[in-house]
């Protein structure tokens, strides 16, 4: 569509398709492709220039390994057609990327790696492409199962959530924590270690979070533990030792406990109006029946709005709404702050009343918000995966 700013993208394995945003409609529509060096993992805009970086990787939970081939790629946004074009060459990258991001200033790409956790700073040249690996000390400590690294608003420091992991037949737990640190120049130093309760991280296992645009308000979403938690930061770009808040996100507990493990948090976005929260529930794994075939648990997935109090940032879960697919991934609230956007990663089997097995296939859900912050479905796109895995879908407004 021509003159649109806001473009839609969705990652299928190696292929990123764009989608021109009737925004007043609440329709996405085809608009083009890129073919990236291997499965799209995740990506970020530049804050000032119309360029989206993208981590690939031929690794992860669905290809049965850590893969070999792992890239950064600066990819430039056609402000007219959406359309992309590498930018530069893919610069390698040391394992499988599970996110990354870009400072606020716009000088470098931060990447996060969940096995070995760590995290890779590359710079960025003036013109938007990429450019060599910042050297770091080989001693930082980005704990167990590194999931999102982000600047603070301030880009003073960056944030590293380490989710850890739930114990097994035959492996302990591994502890969580939130990690901190200053960020001068692309380089990392160790500040600040946040693992509520005892200080162990047995516990705790934070996902990803995010920023409010306003007051020093960090939302995390705890996936382990099905939480929403409000931390404060300090104008050090320090966080509180505890959260301020907790909100329980399901809106039965009892699927946390009766299948530990399967019940997870997911993605969390705040409202560019700084008013609400929104989060992901979804359900992880298949269970086998007696007839041998293995369908969905049966948990909840669903969308979880949160009400902030103005004062305080404390949320309160004013809706729960269920999605009509499984173990959504990726949430993205559209710029102009009026419709949101969640994606499933790809189909999963599920039983139905009368016994039969049907498939849900993966879809893009685009939501309208009311003035309330309450969602309210307008489309679904079904997608065929074909075999691979939306990673990430999101809405990219180009400056």
């Known amino acids: 569509m021509t003159g649109c700013e806001t473009f839609f993208y969705a990652a299928l394995g190696e292929e990123l398709r764009a989608y021109a945003v009737d925004s007043a409609?609440?329709?996405?529509?085809?608009?083009?492709?890129?073919?990236?060096?291997?499965?799209?993992?995740?990506a970020w805009r530049h804050p000032s220039l119309p360029v989206l970086y993208v981590v690939t990787s031929d690794g992860g939970p669905a290809r049965g390994g850590k893969g070999?081939?792992?890239?950064?790629?600066?990819?430039?946004i056609d402000p007219s057609t959406g359309a992309l074009d590498i930018l530069g060459s893919p610069v390698p990258l040391p394992a499988?990327?599970?996110h990354c991001s870009v400072d606020r200033e716009g000088r470098f790409l931060l990447t996060a790696y969940n096995d070995p956790s760590g995290v890779s700073v590359h710079r960025i040249a003036a013109g938007g492409a990429l450019g060599e690996r910042v050297a770091e000390p080989e001693s930082l400590d980005f704990g167990t199962y590194a999931h999102q690294v982000l600047a603070t608003p301030s880009n003073r420091a960056v944030v590293v959530p380490a989710r850890g992991n739930d114990p097994t037949s035959s492996t302990p737990q591994d502890p969580g924590a939130l990690y901190l640190f200053?960020?001068?120049?692309?380089?990392l130093s160790p500040a600040q270690r946040v693992a509520p309760g005892d200080g162990t991280g047995y516990g705790f296992g934070p996902r990803h979070l995010d920023f409010h645009p306003r007051e020093p308000w960090v939302y995390v979403s705890v996936e382990r533990q099905n939480q929403l938690q409000l931390y404060t930061l300090d104008e050090g770009s320090r966080l509180s030792a505890a959260p301020r808040f907790t909100g329980e996100a399901l809106s039965r507990p009892a699927h946390l406990t009766a299948r530990p493990g399967r019940q997870m948090?997911?993605?969390?976005?705040?409202?560019p109006n700084g008013r609400f929260v929104y989060q992901a529930n979804r359900t992880n794994g298949l269970d086998t029946g007696p007839d041998r075939w293995r369908v969905a648990f049966g948990g909840e997935d669903s969308?979880?709005?949160?009400?902030?109090?103005?004062?305080?940032?404390?949320?309160?879960?004013v809706q729960r709404k269920e999605v009509p697919g499984i173990h959504v991934r990726t949430l993205s609230i559209h710029p102009g702050g009026e419709l949101l956007a969640a994606a499933t990663i790809g189909p999963v089997p599920v039983r139905e009343t009368n016994g039969g097995v049907r498939l849900v296939p993966a879809a893009i859900m685009v939501y309208r918000i009311g003035e309330d912050g309450h969602l309210e479905l307008a489309r679904k796109y079904d997608v065929d995966t074909a075999g691979k895995m939306m990673w990430w879908t999101g809405f990219v407004p180009v400056p």
Not at 182 to 187: E, L
Not at 303 to 317: C, I
């Open 303 to 317: 969308l979880v709005v949160w009400s902030l109090d103005p004062g305080t940032g404390e949320p309160r879960a």
């Open 68 to 76: 070999r081939t792992h890239h950064a790629s600066a990819l430039a």
């Open 265 to 271: 948090c997911g993605a969390v976005r705040v409202h």
């Open 25 to 42: 409609a609440a329709v996405l529509t085809r608009a083009g492709k890129a073919e990236l060096p291997a499965w799209v993992q995740y």
């Open 182 to 187: 200053d960020f001068d120049a692309g380089r």
């Open 96 to 98: 499988r990327p599970i």
